[in-house]
């Protein structure tokens, strides 16, 4: 049996409609619905699945974020992960952090809680960077299986499909692994309100980024965040002759 | 002629009990029973009550989120309304979530919810499947409430496990053909046999859940000898298990709206139930019932809460984005009267809703007047609400596809079912009238020896002048809970409040015992006392607000002073109603009523087209 580690990142509600602050220097998050990142729920349902199938012996969850993302947490704990790692940074360091500094924290933690599997989402959806796993498994040296669409375990080694264009692609990989997941590798289940009242119960181990020995100042500078530009009006001319000599003035033909 | 009046108004009487179970107090602290006597009960009003800190707030709000992800991702709300049953899918989610036991102990598998809890999730059904939430609610609300609070401990252990999962669901049978708001002449018997069981015969109606239930709580008459000699029925609960054998039910009835839940005739037959099976003891199901439906009826508020809101944000969706005459609609008045008047209403609802849930959970003792109008107050504004989100939508709002329809149609049945809001107002109305006709008895009896008691006559009588002068009020008394920026509106509802118990006291004094049968006038007492609760609610919710350091404070204060004048405006209305000039007016319908009864055809006029004149 293996002891798996899964990564969740509290995000920004994938249904609200994001705003950019007024001076460009984020986007609004304050008084906004925030869940947790839909990639992060399919690593967390996988590796559910994994102990169901008595694989996996034991999960833990870990996040880094501020306090509200203790809820994230629970919300991973009442699918059904046993243990929780919460690394405190406030929102303000979290949004400076990079995936390089994340990567160093996760792959401390798989260590620590000496993992076999670690999985995670293939990205989260508000900085989409997509690199989290695999520097991740570079820092740790394992091998690798990014953008999974389904796992198969088998002891000492893992069968993994990927979606690449034009059909799927078949690998076997060692373990310790990382292995990060795509959409179509499982429909998540909800947390239910028993398991979350019960979430409440299970442990959660607090950790600070020096604990692990991770520096977090910040290295990346934002220097603009702006709305995508609004597309102009169009406008209806009369007749074709217009409409070429519209496209000469514009410089199109 | 007077004799058959005499046995009306005893009907009645009990029919006005029948909606809420509670003797009249001598001296209440509700809120509503104060206002028939012109007093600011502060109690379970001001300062609106603060339940939960701020790691209990973000508990309940990541529990309430969590289900509305859940439900809202799983159930089909239009799919559900034309299949008239619920997906086995969203069955089972409602299980896994533990929504069929969410006030069930948690050691008996449920989720040990308060009322205020369980009303902020009730939330969610409504807003998203009212089919769903009388699903679930009939099933916990009122289908084994009587266990969960009257019940025997062996009978809680017994059922609460099974009903709080959803493995069996629950159902509540009192309606029969000839019982609907009269809820005492149920015919349904149940006979004590020799081995100390009973055994009961009858039929019940329009029970829901009564085609899938499994446990049921049923009344019946229970002949019992009385010292004479004679046979007395004494209506009775009893906890039947289908499987006791003997209980079948009808097909499912063709209704309105809410057509997911099921909703049948159920039949017992020689149905042998143990004697541990009765709640209460033998003529306590009156009592019972009534302790039932007073305690399910704030849910019914709660829910529409959601209703409400969820009308809401589609109206305003579409009122921002649809363009009429180059102009986005809700620049128009003839919409903005609608909306703000929709969430101001909306405001006023949930303020009410949660006054009601909070005075539950402290266990007050008299809080059925406050939970009548809260039903009465909810299941009208919500109906209104959602009348005019389709007015906004126009003929989209017509559509099937829209779902606002479905709401209407679902909504329909909140103003008739446990206690229709006719009944509710007679008992808010009377009841209340009898409470203060209580305070006036001292001083009925010692107008008899006027001269004695000349000290006490004098006092009340320039009391009451002054009040029918307006240089007495309660003016002052509300005031002190009320913020600043409210006191314009708090001087006019306490203005209003001291007309009220004036006027009440006036019909009381005018036609004494006889009250029971003006329900032309009792209506309109009750008309005003909903809306000064309201109103009230609405004053102290957000003066709360004001100290709340992210409430949308101004804005809260906008919903509040819209809310306030149209109330007054109602007060007043229904106040204006009780002169002379009025009376001859009930008369009148009163007397076209006789006439449209007795008639050949019932419709009276003749045809315009007939009108010969010469």
């Known amino acids: 049996m293996v002891r798996v580690a899964v990564g969740v990142k509290r995000v920004i509600d994938y249904a609200v409609k994001i705003r950019v602050k007024p001076d460009g220097s984020g986007v609004v998050k304050d008084s906004v619905k925030h869940s947790m990142n839909p990639f992060c729920e399919i690593a967390v349902e996988e590796a559910v699945r994994l102990k169901e199938k008595k694989i996996a012996k034991e999960i833990v969850a870990f996040t880094i974020g501020p306090k509200q993302s203790a809820e994230t947490l629970r919300t991973a704990l009442a699918m059904g992960c046993d243990r929780g790692v919460h690394v405190n940074v406030d929102q303000a360091q979290l949004d400076a952090l990079t995936p390089l500094q994340i990567s160093k924290m996760a792959a401390k933690i798989a260590e620590t809680e000496a993992a076999d599997l670690l999985l995670m989402g293939k990205l989260a959806i508000d900085g989409d960077y997509g690199q989290t796993a695999a520097m991740t498994a570079a820092i740790l040296d394992w091998p690798q299986a990014t953008n999974l669409y389904s796992l198969q375990h088998n002891g000492d080694s893992a069968t993994v499909e990927r979606e690449i264009d034009g059909g799927l692609e078949t690998n076997e990989i060692k373990t310790p692994a ?6 179509r590798i499982n429909q998540p289940r909800y947390a239910t309100l028993p398991n979350i009242m019960k979430a409440k119960k299970k442990k959660v181990k607090a950790v600070k980024p020096a604990d692990l020995g991770v520096d977090v100042a910040p290295t990346l500078n934002v220097i603009k965040v702006a709305e995508p530009p609004v597309r102009a009006a169009g406008e209806i001319v009369e007749d074709v002759d217009t409409l070429i000599s519209k496209l000469k003035d514009a410089g199109r033909i | 002629m007077k004799r058959v009046i005499l046995q009306k108004s005893n009907f009645l009487k009990q029919g006005v009990r029948a909606a809420g179970s509670k003797p009249i107090p001598d001296r209440s602290d509700s809120f509503v029973f104060g206002l028939f006597n012109g007093e600011i009960n502060p109690k379970n009003i001001f300062p609106y009550p603060s339940v939960f800190n701020q790691e209990q707030v973000d508990e309940l709000n990541e529990l309430f989120s969590a289900s509305f992800d859940a439900f809202d991702g799983t159930n089909e709300a239009l799919e559900n309304d034309l299949r008239g049953d619920l ?27 308060s009322n205020v809890q369980m009303a902020r ?63 005492s002449s149920v015919q349904t018997r149940a006979v004590k046999q020799e081995d100390g069981s009973y055994l009961m015969n009858g039929g019940k109606i329009w029970i829901t859940g009564g085609g899938i239930a499994d446990i049921f709580t049923v009344f019946a008459q229970v002949p019992v ?43 017992f037959d020689d149905v042998r139930i143990p004697a ?38 589609k109206a305003t969706e579409f009122a921002a984005n649809r363009t009429q005459f180059r102009d986005k609609i809700y620049k128009f008045g003839a919409i903005q009267e609608k909306l703000a008047r929709m969430h101001a209403e909306q405001y006023a609802s949930e303020a009410v809703s949660y006054l009601v849930a909070n005075a539950m959970d402290h266990k007050t003792e008299n809080y059925h007047l406050e939970a009548a109008c809260g039903k009465i107050f909810a299941s009208e504004r919500a109906w209104h609400c959602c009348d005019e989100t389709i007015q906004v939508m126009g003929g989209m709002g017509y559509m099937f596809e829209q779902g606002v329809e479905k709401v209407m149609r679902d909504l329909r049945i909140f103003r008739i079912f446990e206690g229709t809001n006719d009944i509710l107002r007679l008992m808010v109305g009377l009841q209340g009238l009898q409470y203060t006709g209580q305070q006036l008895a001292p001083i009925a009896k010692a107008a008899k020896s006027p001269i004695a008691n000349a000290p006490t006559l004098i006092k009340f009588k320039m009391d009451q002048r002054a009040k029918e002068k307006g240089s007495k009020t309660a003016v002052n008394d509300l005031k002190q809970y009320v913020d600043p920026a409210l006191h314009p509106e708090a001087q006019k509802v306490g203005e209003a409040i001291t007309r009220f118990e004036v006027a009440s006291k006036k ?82 319908m009163a007397e076209l009523t006789e006439k449209m009864v007795n008639a050949d055809s019932p419709v009276l006029g003749a045809h315009p087209t007939e009108l010969i004149h010469k």
């Open chain 1, 178 to 183: 990382v292995l990060s997941v795509d959409l």
């Open chain 2, 87 to 113: 997906d086995p899918e969203m069955v089972q989610m409602l299980r896994d979530f533990g929504l069929f036991g969410m006030q069930v102990p948690e050691e008996l598998g449920g989720l040990g919810m």
């Open chain 2, 225 to 267: 000898q009385q010292e004479d000699g004679t046979i007395k029925d004494k209506m009775t609960a009893f906890i039947v298990e289908r499987d006791f054998g003997g209980v079948t039910h009808g097909a499912p009835e063709k209704k309105m709206g809410i057509k997911c839940s099921n909703t049948a005739e159920v039949y």
């Open chain 2, 507 to 588: 019909i009381l004094q005018k036609f004494n015992k006889d009250i029971i049968n003006q329900q032309f006038h009792v209506k309109r007492i009750a008309e005003a006392a909903i809306e000064l609760f309201a109103s009230s609610a609405v004053l102290s919710r957000a003066t709360a607000a004001q100290k709340h350091p992210t409430a949308n404070k101004e804005e809260e204060i906008l919903l509040a002073k819209t809310y306030i004048f149209d109330s007054l405006k109602k007060i007043h209305g229904a106040l204006d109603q009780l002169t002379e000039q009025d009376e001859s007016h009930w008369k009148n």
């Open chain 2, 276 to 313: 541990e099976n009765m709640i209460g003891e033998v003529g306590e199901g009156f009592k019972v019932a009534m302790e039932v439906l007073n305690s399910g009826r704030y849910g019914m508020g709660a829910t529409l809460n959601g209703t409400q809101k969820g009308l809401i944000k």
């Open chain 2, 121 to 183: 999730m009730s939330e969610i059904g409504g807003e998203l499947d009212l089919g769903v939430s009388i699903y679930i609610g009939a099933h916990q609300s009122i289908g084994f409430k009587a266990i969960l609070i009257l019940g025997t401990q062996e009978m809680k252990e017994k059922y609460l496990p099974l009903v709080a999962s959803g493995e069996k669901i629950a159902a509540f049978c009192l309606t029969e053909p000839s019982t609907g708001s009269d809820a």
